[in-house]
């Protein structure tokens, strides 16, 4: 799970919405699923806007490797139908993740406070930490425990996706220095391009991240020359991630 920026909605898409809203009685779960099934157009716009916001050619925001096919409602219609239509709670989520996994499931603490990781609100580094050696992430926090059993995180197709990953990554990352100081402009952005559209961008920056701590040497078994192209600045800029990492 990568944290996700949120775009701004056309004025006409935002009004739409406001309207749909207005149209759903208090509490009135019933209605507000009618409306959603049948605002074929104002699902399309939405879906448009969280396509643009997804990382690669549009990955699930929960689970990263599966293409998103539906606009999931963080916090469930079933919990609060009057948020059906609030822009700040979709996500786009693939078919699996949102079926077998998220579902109408949303742990809260004793003040109702969500213990699901929001990607769209927050940094999901924060909560979670991906141990790169077996594609499997540890939970830093209550919320980070949550959210990885909810979203089926550790699940065993993901652990060996992010093990592979991480090879796939390395290696882009040396091509992406090779073309460099060869000046192989064509080459160099070729590499950027496979390593921002490739599936499992949470192990692109867990990686990015992991770099910088103390414990480099030990996650990436002493290949120091992958640790210092990872903090490089240069290729923070290429990934166009400097002066506002996720």
């Not at 769209?120 to 980070?144: C, M, N, Q, W």
């Amino acid at each position: 799970m990568i944290g996700i920026r949120r775009i701004a909605l056309p004025g006409q898409v935002v009004a739409d919405l406001e309207e749909l809203t207005a149209r759903i009685p208090h509490g009135d779960t019933k209605e507000a699923r009618r409306l959603w099934r049948v605002s074929r157009a104002t699902r399309r716009s939405l879906r448009a806007g969280l396509d643009v916001m997804a990382a690669g050619r549009g990955y699930c925001m929960y689970c990263g490797d599966g293409l998103g096919s539906t606009v999931d409602h963080f916090e469930p219609i079933a919990r609060n139908p009057g948020r059906a239509f609030d822009w700040l709670n979709h996500v786009l989520a693939c078919e699996y993740c949102n079926s077998h996994h998220k579902r109408d499931l949303f742990p809260v603490d004793d003040d109702g406070n969500s213990l699901l990781v929001d990607p769209t609100a927050e940094d999901p580094l924060e909560h979670l930490f991906l141990v790169l050696s077996i594609g499997t992430y540890r939970a830093l926090t209550e919320k980070g425990a949550h959210t990885i059993k909810v979203c089926g995180l550790n699940r065993a197709q993901l652990a060996r996706g992010r093990e592979t990953a991480v090879n796939q990554v390395s290696a882009l990352v040396l091509a992406w220095w090779t073309a460099r100081e060869l000046g192989d402009d064509v080459k160099r952005r070729a590499m950027v391009w496979t390593l921002l559209d490739q599936p499992h961008a949470d192990v692109l920056h867990a990686m990015l991240r992991q770099a910088g701590m103390p414990g480099a040497r030990a996650v990436f078994r002493a290949d120091d020359e992958l640790i210092d192209l990872l903090r490089a600045p240069e290729l923070a800029e290429d990934l166009q991630l400097s002066g506002g990492a996720v």
